[in-house]
């Protein structure tokens, strides 16, 4: 089964605040990992991945960062918009795969 | 808009019957992936398609097929459907075999079993 699994299934953020999403993995050879966003009524659409080969990775608003030491990976999202209010998943694929697997969402509310 | 196109976007049908959900990946895109998602299980990977042929199964009960056509668009068929089954079923594509994370997903189609 899947190896990554995410810290607390809700977050509530203020708006402008930002956001820390926190997802740990159990397998050493994990080494590609993926985030997604899902809002409501909506297929999850693709934010950011990062290979084990970079501890970071920056988009627009958006910073993952990956620990391999503890196996831990997060999403930062900078200057919470209601428009952030989503579930978020990390996945991940394991060397060899092909298969996308993913850990159980985080419910992110941003209050305005 | 991801691109993919699923139908039916929602389906109720009862306990026993066979039901076939249609996806047509974006343009270009040769993979197609089903995912299933329930309240308790979270986003499960079925199967992988790969330009008709099959690349990866995942936890796909032996009641559910699917396949992949020529024209790349591809069905998954659920039979001896049973009240467990209702869930969202999602189609992804992506234009590689699968060492991509970057998958585009449907809508989704809501099969509700009674």
């Known amino acids: 089964g899947e190896s990554v699994g995410l810290h607390l299934p809700t977050l509530s953020v203020q708006e402008g605040d930002n956001s820390i999403i926190n997802c740990a993995y159990s397998?050493?050879?994990?080494?590609?990992f993926i985030w997604y966003k899902q809002e409501s009524g909506k297929g999850p659409q693709f934010i950011i991945d990062i290979r084990s080969n970079m501890d970071k990775r920056q988009g627009q608003r958006v910073t993952v960062l990956l620990n391999k030491t503890v196996k831990h990976l997060s999403l930062q999202i900078a200057a919470t918009q209601p428009g952030d209010s989503a579930v978020y998943f990390c996945?991940?694929?394991?060397?060899?795969?092909?298969?996308?697997?993913f850990g159980a969402g985080t419910t992110v509310t941003v209050r305005a | 808009d991801s691109g993919v196109t699923q139908t039916p976007k929602h389906l109720i049908t009862a306990t026993g019957q066979r039901v076939t959900l249609r996806c047509s990946p974006r343009s270009g895109d040769l993979s197609v992936y089903w995912y299933q998602q329930s309240l308790d299980q979270g986003l499960q990977f079925l199967i992988q398609y790969y330009n008709g042929e099959e690349r990866a199964k995942g936890n796909i009960l032996e009641r559910f097929s699917a396949q992949q056509f020529p024209d790349l668009h591809s069905e998954l068929n659920l039979s001896s459907l049973e009240l467990g089954d209702s869930a969202l079923y999602f189609c992804?594509?992506?234009?590689?075999?699968?060492?991509?994370?970057?998958?585009?997903f449907g809508e989704g189609s809501r099969l509700t079993v009674l």
């Open positions: 992804a594509s992506s234009v590689g075999n699968g060492n991509t994370g970057e998958l585009f």
């Open positions: 996945a991940e694929i394991l060397p060899g795969d092909y298969k996308l697997s």
């Open positions: 397998n050493s050879a994990s080494d590609y």
